[in-house]
């Protein structure tokens, strides 16, 4: 069967369904022909593009092109070219089209150039919505700033919705933000993790139109990606918040505080003005905690941040610096007494009371100040040197300000010398252990023997705790340090050979916080096979005021070994009962104050009382320590004191000057 011939009215309507469009325009380039295409190709409607420039509605950036091309192809009679621009379409876009164009100006039936066309721009949209897409994320993900990134955000959206401008609003009102639900242009930015309104991406157009599906797509990857980058900044400010900055008072941390210290070290070198460190300790704030609990503490800590950043100069930095200690950087100061002046209005703080949990509590500061002598000097010095001043006004009496001198200097020096030395020591086997007798003072006979640490110094006299235990605690070194003691006094205690005796060790709060403290004790009992049950540790009431977990299951662990468990200096701490029965204590001892004047008046004779019924009641041993007189010996005995330790009794000896009978 053969097709009919194709007469006009069958052509035109066969072209009707060719997607394709075909254009004939002459040499000048007027449209002579059109097909009527499904798609628009080469204007907003097809037959009134008839006797127009065929360049008409071709995008302004693609004329030239197009232009340039054709102009080429009008030389070459029966040529042809392949060519890509865009359109413009009824609504207003552009449109995407792929084109090939023939010269047929010589051919007798056409005498014209044809152009056969068609739209891509589904195609080409969704190429450039992926490769922007795809920069975007890059952007994101390789830390591009904020600007750059939400600008190729806009750019995305302008390239893809015909006339639009883009504009992203951060942190608007809630109201307003609220608004973009409604607004079809508008997308509410949300982070993705936590549903929080980061800002409006919002959109406006030449004209008032709906979006199209494909807008819609547009807007709303768009307004996603736009929240990915705001969401993934905030964070990063979040975490450098974090790194930088207390949590609790939002103050600058010690990292901090040491850069902007170092910073104003170095621009003091270009000055003649000095740098000063003001070091603030809050006096006895571990009464307050203890008395009134931590989230007492934490709102004071709060409260006297605020009053800080008040009474501080703008420009100065107030950090908080550790525990309840603050530190306020002054720059641009004239001299000690321009500091001087400062400190007071740090001091000045603490005048009012502190409104807390509904009662007013009442502290006290003691401040330590150190001023930059050369542009030489590190942040670490001077926060040091203001810290030793911090300590010498509490030495001097609480709520004072003390100004860091050549004195305290040539101290910390020697300090510094002393912690090196004692490390050596330490390697070198200077440490000593002597045994003081504990007694019990009915029948007369040794119980139980201290150990205590001394340090033979290569140069000076054998030196007491006194010398070297803060510094020991202060650096960690007591942590080796009691091992020692431990290790040696064990091994001694071995050797005596003798029964009933219990060998007490002290234990510092630094080391009985420590993860590995109850599993070296129970290492150095197996080795040297002491049983445990005649171990005595000797705890201060520091190491009960932390009442963290920790502590209390060390001291549990302890229990179940056997090791028995003492509360030394017994009497001297802060809330001395109080905590007796939360904490597993098989005794107390007495401290030498207590034990000092008894004997010449009533009131010491009553603490000792009190303190021997309470250990009745709670079933606990009682050890009165330091007995230097036969008064106090005499009174511990009508008291019913069982056990005591003293000069009187026995001072501290080498372990084979030890006698037991
Ligand atoms: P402490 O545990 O209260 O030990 C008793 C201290 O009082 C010893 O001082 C002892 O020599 C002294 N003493 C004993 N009888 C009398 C007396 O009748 N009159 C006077 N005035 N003093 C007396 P020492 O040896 O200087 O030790 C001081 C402190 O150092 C000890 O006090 C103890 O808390 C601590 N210490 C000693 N060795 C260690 C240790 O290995 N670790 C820890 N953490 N602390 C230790
Ligand atoms: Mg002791
Ligand atoms: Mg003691």
């Known amino acids: 069967m053969s097709l009919p011939p194709l007469g006009e009215e069958r052509l035109s309507a066969l072209l009707r369904h060719v997607s394709d469009t075909i254009t004939v325009f002459d040499a000048e380039g007027t449209v002579v022909w059109l097909s009527c295409g499904s798609a628009s190709t080469l204007g907003p409607d097809d037959q009134d593009g008839l006797g127009q420039d065929a360049l008409a509605q071709i995008h302004p950036d693609d004329r030239l092109t197009m232009a340039v091309k054709l102009a080429e192809l009008l030389t070459v009679p029966g040529g042809e070219i392949r060519t890509e621009y865009r359109v413009r379409t009824a609504d207003g876009g552009y449109a995407f089209c792929e ?55 806009k750019q995305l959206v302008e390239d893809l919705v015909a006339g639009a401008t883009c504009a992203i609003e951060l942190d608007r009102p809630h109201a307003e933000a609220a608004a973009a639900d409604i607004d079809p242009w508008a997308r509410c930015l949300v982070g993705v993790s936590n549903a929080v309104r980061l800002g409006v991406l919002r959109v406006t157009v030449d004209d008032e139109r709906l979006p199209r599906d494909e807008e819609v797509s547009v807007l709303d990857t768009a307004g996603h990606l736009a929240a990915i980058a705001l969401e993934r900044v905030r964070a990063e400010e979040g975490l450098a918040q974090l790194a930088l900055h207390d949590p609790l008072t939002a103050l600058p941390n010690r990292t901090l505080l040491r850069d902007r210290l170092n910073l104003a070290l170095r621009r003091m070198g270009r000055h003649q003005q000095s740098v000063a460190v003001l070091f603030l300790d809050i006096d006895r704030f571990k009464v307050v905690n203890d008395s009134l609990g ?90 040091r040197d203001a810290d030793a001043a911090m300590y010498r006004a509490k030495e001097e009496g609480r709520g004072r300000v ?9 101290r910390a020096v020697d300090r510094l010398q002393l912690e090196g030395e004692f490390r050596q020591g330490l390697a070198r086997g200077e440490l000593v252990v002597h045994y003081q007798p504990i007694i019990d003072i009915r029948a007369d006979r040794i119980v139980a023997v201290e150990a205590l640490a001394r340090w033979r110094h290569p140069t000076r006299d054998l030196l007491l705790p006194l010398e070297f235990l803060e510094l020991a605690e202060e ?77 209390l299951s060390t001291l549990g662990a302890l229990r179940e070994m056997g090791v028995r468990l003492v509360v030394d200096d017994f009497g001297t701490g802060y809330s001395s009962l109080g905590y007796l029965h939360r904490f597993p204590v098989d005794g107390v001892k007495i401290d030498r104050s207590f034990v000092e004047r008894l004997g010449t008046g009533d009131r010491d004779e009553a603490v000792v009382r ?4 309470m250990a009745e009641a709670l079933n606990l041993d009682v050890i009165a320590e330091g007995i230097e007189t036969g008064l106090q010996l005499q009174v511990l005995r009508r008291l019913g004191c069982r056990q005591a330790q003293g000069f009187l009794l026995g001072g501290p000896v080498e372990a084979d000057e030890l006698k037991f009978d």
Request: glycine content about 8%; charged content about 25%; some cysteine.
């Open 99 to 153: 084109g090939t164009a023939v010269n047929r100006l010589d051919d007798p039936l056409i005498e014209g150039i044809v152009l056969t066309s068609r739209s891509i721009t589904t195609q080409r949209r969704s190429e450039l919505f992926l490769r922007s897409q795809a920069g975007i994320l890059d952007a994101i993900a390789t830390g591009s700033t904020l600007d750059d990134t939400l600008g190729q955000v």
């Open 294 to 383: 931590h989230g007492a503490g934490d709102e004071l800590l709060v409260a006297l941040a605020g009053r800080l950043q008040l009474a501080a100069r703008p420009g100065d930095t107030v950090a908080r610096f550790g525990g309840d200690e603050f530190v306020v950087v002054c720059e641009e100061v004239v001299d000690i007494v321009h500091v001087r002046t400062l400190a007071k209005r740090l001091e000045a703080a603490f005048d009012e009371p502190f409104r807390i949990e509904g009662g007013d509590v009442v502290v006290t500061g003691s401040v330590g100040i150190a001023l930059a002598s050369s542009a030489t000097e590190d942040a670490d010095t001077l926060l």
């Open 402 to 410: 003390a100004v860091f001198d050549a004195a305290m200097r040539a």
């Open 475 to 551: 650096t960690g070194l007591v942590i080796p340090m009691e091992e020692e003691v431990l290790e040696r006094a064990l091994a001694d205690a071995v050797q005596w050979r003798v029964n009933d005796i219990d060998l007490a060790i002290n234990a510092s709060a630094v080391h009985v916080a420590d993860p590995d403290y109850v599993s070296r004790v129970r290492q150095a009992l197996n080795r040297t096979g002491w049983p445990p049950d005649r171990l005595i540790l000797e705890l201060t009431e520091r190491v009960l005021l932390d009442d963290d977990h920790g502590v």
């Open 610 to 613: 009190a303190i021997l019924a």
